[in-house]
């Protein structure tokens, strides 16, 4: 059914590029693909995967969040979102205070640009560039090769949106 739609979709779009490939060859795909962008529709067993192994090709499985969006189904507004941490619950890495704690922490500033309401979208923007610089900078948990502790790192990233929403209201009290 997924595969129909897609088609039919695809005869309304026909600039849109559309290739339809069976799971496996994504895999391959992915495996000679660089630097282009994406999109790949598929099931959720399949989504799952393929976010899973994608990550771990660049990096780490938690660098990054996830969305599930429900719309109005009168003009496909978001009305319903969800965000979560894509990876698993690591209970290896239980009490030892070295996980990760990027994918929560940017599923937390992703939900927040959905909110209606001004400070929340700059709190999220705020989370988003501390997250992205602190790892530039070097602020980085094991599994990216660093040695700060989930603590620690969660400690720089507050410290940092604390900063930024600070110097972003006294910009704009003084009407820069």
């Known amino acids: 059914m997924l595969k129909e739609e897609l088609d039919a979709a695809a005869r309304r779009y026909p600039d849109v590029p559309y290739e339809p490939c069976l799971i496996d060859a994504i895999y391959a795909l992915l495996l000679q693909t660089t630097g282009e962008p994406l999109v790949i529709p598929c099931l959720n067993r399949d989504g799952d995967c393929l976010s899973d192994m994608v990550l771990q090709m660049f990096g780490t499985i938690a660098g990054a969040e996830s969305l599930l969006l429900a719309f109005n189904e009168t003009d496909f507004t978001v ?98």
Not at 116 to 142: C, F, H, M, W
Not at 154 to 170: A, N
């Open 79 to 176: 009305k319903t979102v969800m965000a979560e941490a894509p990876h698993g619950t690591a209970p290896s890495l239980f009490g030892k205070n070295i996980a990760n704690p990027m994918a929560m922490i940017l599923a937390g500033a992703a939900l927040l640009s959905y909110m209606k309401d001004r400070q929340a979208n700059r709190s999220s923007r705020a989370i988003y560039e501390a997250v992205l610089e602190a790892v530039r900078d070097g602020i980085r948990t094991p599994d990216l090769g660093g040695h700060v502790t989930t603590s620690e790192f969660t400690d720089e990233i507050i410290k940092r949106v604390t900063t930024k929403l600070e110097v972003w209201e006294t910009l704009e009290d003084l009407g820069t």
